[in-house]
Nanobody, 129 residues
């Protein structure tokens, strides 16, 4: 069956880096667009980065310059490189996939998660000060 599995979360100190991975299986990875979401305690799940099939990307303002989303179609994996992490980045991070939502900026709109085809179970990131 179609599946997304995130990994790479953990605990780091402020200013540190992590690289999250999202491995896809059971579907034609290359035709999908992908996004990374996060959910802070007590808040809605928000899109923070997205990438289309051609490598076009977009980010929320707080991620620009610190986070980089990338995809490797040969490995069926999407990555989120996170640098200069801050305590406010502490959250559960999820990846998602969709064949039809082609514009990366539309992944960053509110209340998108429930409209996407596939979503993973998440990986936790904790940033201490």
């Amino acid at each position: 069956q179609k599946q997304l599995v995130e990994s790479g979360g953990g605990s780091v100190q402020s200013g540190g880096s992590l690289r999250l991975s999202c491995a896809g299986s059971g579907f034609d990875f290359s035709v999908f667009c992908f996004g990374w979401f996060r959910q802070l305690p007590g808040k809605e799940r928000e899109g923070i980065a997205a990438i289309d099939g051609d490598g076009l990307t977009d980010y929320i303002d707080s991620a620009k310059g610190r986070f980089t989303i990338a995809r490797d179609n040969d490995k069926n994996t999407v990555y989120l490189q996170m640098n200069d992490l801050e305590p406010d980045d502490t959250a559960m991070y999820y990846c998602a996939a969709d064949r039809y939502r082609r514009l990366p900026r539309t992944w960053l709109l509110p209340n998108i998660w429930g409209k996407l085809e596939l979503g993973g179970q998440g990986t936790h990131v904790n940033v201490s000060s």
